[in-house]
């Protein structure tokens, strides 16, 4: 369910009118995600009045943690402090962290020295880690128990726990030096022979990540045992927070922008509700790099500006070459760094990966290149530049192939994101190329073809 | 963990040698996950000794559930029937039905038949629905008990169920009329007072989707409301299944991939590890397509051969334009679809979307004409080519803006994917507006630029 546009307007009206109760009751029934949605329609002065209250309905905690990053760093800015602290207080720690990570730097020093030491303690130990670590996004609300207690005294302890840790499904099981040893789902516990050790009840050899391990791994391992949580541990297998899987679904949400993005040249705060200055900053730089780019080709293509003069149809048939080349260079290009985040390119299959994608760019060369030179013969009468174009689409859409599947692969083995730039680099080797082969073959044969 | 390549090796050896018992022995310890890695590695006779290994083992089913469509499609039409039949009973509903439908189809009808009667009937049901359907991916374990049973009464439920269903989290409460009213996670349920009926424990208004509803749209509410798992309903809120998170893990990897391939025009089944002649074949009839969108350009730029006879370096200029409005089309679309993927545009801000995305390609136009112009004055000494491209350039920058935007919100608007082939759409449009504004500006002034 979600708020209509009636319900958002009587909300403002009452927001203005300082109508606080009857604001409450409207918002009674509505889940944390759903009440994050209205920040959006809110003016700053409004969304001040509406943080107090969902203070006040003990909702401000969970509402603000579903709240986007880039309207969520605003709002914390412009809280007063004493409200923002005792938000950020009850939030899960590596939310909290995320949060205090938005603030501006003084603000951010007075925040962490009003939360409690042991609170406070715990935020920067998870500031502390390397930005897309599994660190930094872990929790540390987790149940630890010892591998002693009898699986009825472990469903005791939970019965008397603190209610809010609701999102709790699995129990991890220390031994006696505070070493993680195991894991029991709470469902094994309730089966389990009520005086039985934990030891005897948990799973045995669990999966754990390392806290400087990348989050992008993090989502893979979670993704490929289907784990509803992660523990995060470092070296001595000392257990430090979990990963949940919603955030890991966060995660890989994010990864896909990301390499949608890289491919692009973008920036993840260019998005569609950032404001334009922020757009055109973020994509300005990138512009002016790819203009040197098709510079560069302009300057290929300036190599044959004799042949384009004495025979000018070669202007007219430039884009088809090129075009097609690029097309098709995008095309594996998306289909090799698809299969590297996904993880269906092993590194040692490289070499055949390409060696297909060379294939496959040459076959297609050879199809799409008959019916470019017949079609070309058949517009203009000449089967020289027929030739010419069947030649070159060929040579054009193989090294498309190559440079589609070689460009991530190569950048992944230099340790860089394969999606980094792709789409630009390989539509500048596919113009430069398919220009230089239509271009120089044309000026070979020039004689036939005027 | 996973396998190295000398485990790989010996595996294989023994497999030969069919030496099932010391295979068996070097499995223990390893994952289903693991196990399904390894069917890449084996020749088809070796898949076929090792699945009644993975049966003996007791692990057959889970593994089978982990491996990629793609291999296990001809996997499964070479495991001999009985066995084959034995090992999808095993697995739950919705990967059974999922590799239900792709046996071939006498095999499909064997197999069905030899189910037991309540297994085939809930797989019939669940492949009835439409793919991509919530229906089509929920699965029917789950565990629903009546609202007046007391907390004790349902932990004692749940501890004489089978113990294979470990993945339960939530107990699904039914009203007398069997209608589904409620939700208890296990966490809750523990903590309850053992004599309270589940009606006073469980959450109400329990979220929950239709079995109608789109697959894509189910991952968007799980990870909204960060659920374990989503209840599948029909009109009258009668429980049909449940779909766990990470089956909708699954889902939005596959949705990510989809919206990268349908802007490239990509099929996919067209995979790295997708066997040459399947990419070819999929990707030749895009590639005709897209020949005709060039031979369009290039019909365009043939309208203007003959001032380019006249001034021939508007030849070497050409990529210029287009290469950067295409560019700048990119990634307006790039943004744009994605925001739309993601739910960050909600429909009724599409106007002000495209409009700041063209005001973007404007902005961006003026800077990038400006060095363009300048660079082509200096390079070329002559300043009405500078004049004539830093125009083109903000003209085509601002189409490219609102091009890149206004087609992927269009195809929202039709109900269509608004990924659906915007590269190739949107790099058209920007092509033969950059040519066609460069080459009608330069032919008007053409007596300044020779």
Redesign the interface.
């Known amino acids: 369910m979600s708020f209509n546009e009636v319900q958002i307007d009587l909300i403002r009206r009452l927001l203005r009118h300082g109508d606080e109760e009857r604001v409450a009751k409207a918002l009674d029934?509505f889940?944390p995600?759903e009440l994050a949605d209205l920040f959006r329609h809110f003016s700053a002065s409004e969304q001040a009045a509406f943080v107090q209250i969902l203070v006040d309905v003990n909702q401000a905690a969970e509402t603000l943690s579903e709240i986007?990053d880039a309207i969520l760093e605003e709002l914390l800015n412009n809280t007063q402090i004493d409200l923002l602290t005792s938000i950020l207080a009850r939030m899960p720690t590596d939310d909290a962290a995320a949060a205090v990570g938005m603030l501006e730097l003084e603000r951010r020093e007075r925040v962490l020295n009003s939360f409690e030491a042991s609170f406070r303690e715990r935020i920067e130990h998870i500031r502390n880690y390397p930005k897309d670590s599994a660190g930094s996004i872990m929790s540390g609300e987790m149940l630890t128990l010892p591998e002693n207690l009898t699986a009825q005294e472990a469903?005791d302890r939970?019965?008397i726990?603190a209610?809010s840790?609701?999102?709790?499904?699995y129990v991890y099981v220390l031994n006696d030096n505070g070493t993680f040893v195991g894991v029991v789902?709470?469902?094994?516990l309730?089966?389990a022979q009520p005086d039985s050790p934990l030891k005897e009840v948990m799973v045995t050899?669990p999966i754990a990540v390392l806290a400087n391990e990348d989050q992008e791994k993090v989502a893979e391992i979670?993704?490929?045992?289907?784990l509803?949580a992660v523990p995060v541990v470092d070296e001595k297998f000392f257990l430090l927070g979990v990963i949940t899987?919603?955030d890991?679904?966060?995660v890989?949400?994010a990864e896909?922008?990301e390499?949608?993005?890289l491919?692009?040249?973008?920036s993840e705060e260019?998005?569609?509700?950032s404001p334009?200055s922020v757009?055109?900053k973020k994509?300005?730089p990138?512009?002016?790099l790819?203009?040197f780019?098709?510079?560069v080709?302009?300057?290929v293509?300036?190599l044959f500006?004799?042949s384009?003069?004495e025979v000018?149809?070669?202007?007219?048939?430039?884009?088809?070459v090129?075009?097609?080349g690029?097309?098709?260079g995008?095309?594996t290009l998306?289909?090799?760094t698809?299969?590297?985040a996904?993880g269906?390119?092993k590194f040692s299959?490289s070499k055949s990966?390409i060696l297909?994608?060379l294939?496959?760019g040459l076959?297609?060369g050879l199809?799409?290149g008959l019916?470019?030179g017949l079609?070309a013969y058949l517009w203009k009468g000449n089967p020289f530049l027929g030739l010419i174009l069947f030649v070159a689409m060929m040579i054009n859409m193989t090294v498309a192939g190559f440079t589609g599947a070689a460009v991530p692969i190569f950048l992944k083995t230099i340790k860089q994101d394969p999606a980094l730039g792709g789409?630009?680099i390989v539509?500048t080797f596919t113009?430069i190329v398919g220009?230089f082969a239509f271009l120089s073959l044309a000026t070979f044969f020039l004689q036939y073809l005027k």
Chains 1, 2 share one sequence.
């Not at 840790?165 to 499904?169: L, N, R």
């Not at 789902?185 to 094994?188: H, N």
């Not at 070669?314 to 088809?320: I, K």
């Open positions: 029934k889940r995600a986007p469903i939970i019965r726990l209610k840790s609701e999102f709790i499904f789902p709470l469902r094994r309730i089966s050899d979670v993704a490929r045992y289907d509803l899987v919603d890991v679904i966060d890989m949400k896909a922008t390499d949608m993005y491919m692009q040249g973008l260019d998005r569609v509700y334009m757009s055109i994509r300005f990138w512009m002016v790819n203009l780019s098709v510079f080709t302009a300057a293509v300036g500006e004799r384009i003069a000018v149809i070669l202007a007219t048939f430039m884009p088809v090129a075009g097609m690029g097309n098709g995008n095309q998306t289909v090799v698809r299969g590297i996904l269906e390119l299959d990966a297909k994608q294939f496959v076959v297609i199809g799409i019916i470019t079609a789409g630009v539509t113009d220009f």
